[in-house]
């Protein structure tokens, strides 16, 4: 059996909205998600037990720290779990390539387990079902489901249960990633504390219908009009740069900006891809963002490409 390459997106939260804190410490979420066109990859090779090589974005020099290469990996994880479910020895040599910046709330570590899930399927010739690959997702993070999916989906529950939405064209945004990577941990941790203070409000963006009915027929003007993040605030809270980026994504052309999931990404929807070229030229040029990436979606989720 020969290597198989797999890849899966990065995601935006076009909307999220998170509600309660739940017994179980995880929040209550309603969540629109789309899918965009970065894309990290996992190569399964076959191997004598689990060995793991991480390259790419986040894996030399400043933030090396941010990807483990053990057992803590998504990957890793993913693999003993696939192969406990399907009773077949966890052996194969990984190789992740990740083009998605780790720790920017673009689910680089759920898109990374994704892959794998579906890399080793095929190398193990496991065959589990889409169920079955959708239950052992939900197992290893709440993003991971959305990242096998991929294009636009709602997401309930913790962001695990998710529901594939009719969405019509393509959406151009610039994707500007500022300063170090934030912990999502922390940043709900933020959120219950501003709300606890009475700091921020306690009723929470349940409803995805606005951003549901733009991505169904409207403009890109129309979705700029719609996007939420309940998590924008606390971000901002903890990483007061984060509002200069913003300003800075709004003031050079940016139909709108928001912080993506729990940041500190921000993006930008643009026009059309020109005007996402364009931004992302500009933006690179003013400092206030460590990486930015013009990309587009929805786009299909993990799938194996060799
Ligand atoms: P979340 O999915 O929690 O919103 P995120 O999208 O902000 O997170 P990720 O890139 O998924 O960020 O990384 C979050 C943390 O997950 C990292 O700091 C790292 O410790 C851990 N991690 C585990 N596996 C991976 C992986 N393959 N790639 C990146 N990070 C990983």
């Known amino acids: 059996m020969t290597a198989v390459v797999a890849r899966a997106p990065a995601k935006v939260n076009v909307h999220l909205g998170v509600g309660p804190l739940r017994p179980d410490g995880f929040h209550e979420l309603r969540t629109v998600y789309l899918a965009v066109s970065l894309f990290d990859s996992v190569t399964a090779a076959p191997g004598d037990g689990l060995a793991l ?9 400043r933030g ?3 990807v483990p ?8 994880r993913a693999a003993e779990l696939l192969a406990a479910s399907a009773g077949v020895p966890a ?8 083009a998605i910046p780790a720790a920017a709330g673009l689910a680089g570590g759920s898109a990374d387990a994704a892959a794998a899930l579906v890399a080793l ?10 169920e079955d690959l959708l239950g052992l997702a939900a197992q290893l993070g709440s993003d991971v489901p959305f990242s096998l999916v ?8 913790r962001g695990e249960q998710v529901t594939p939405v009719l969405s019509r064209g393509r959406w151009d945004w610039v994707l500007g990633i500022a300063g170090e990577g934030l912990s999502t941990p922390a940043v ?14 306690t009723d929470w963006s349940a409803d995805a219908e606005p951003v549901l009915a733009a991505l169904r027929s409207g403009p890109p003007s129309a979705l700029a009009a719609a996007l939420a993040n309940d998590l924008q605030a606390p971000a901002l809270a903890l990483r007061p740069a984060l509002g200069r980026a913003l300003r800075a994504a709004t003031e050079a052309g940016a139909a709108s900006a928001l912080v993506s999931g729990s940041g500190p990404t921000v993006a930008a929807l643009c026009r059309d891809e020109q005007h ?3 931004l992302a030229a500009e933006l690179a040029g003013e400092g206030v963002f460590r990486t930015v990436r013009a990309v587009h979606g929805p786009v299909p989720g993990a799938r194996v490409t060799r």
């Open 64 to 66: 090396a720290d941010l």
């Open 150 to 157: 991929g294009g636009v989906a709602l997401g309930a529950g």
């Open 188 to 201: 709900y941790g933020e959120l219950d504390r501003l709300r606890d203070a009475g700091r921020l409000p």
């Open 91 to 98: 052996h194969a040599t990984l190789a992740v390539d990740k």
């Open 121 to 130: 399927d095929a190398l193990w010739g496991t065959r589990a079902s889409r």
């Open 53 to 61: 090589t991480v390259t790419g974005e986040g894996t030399g020099g």
């Open 276 to 278: 996402a070229q364009r």
């Open 69 to 76: 290469t053990d057992s803590r990996n998504l990957v890793w």
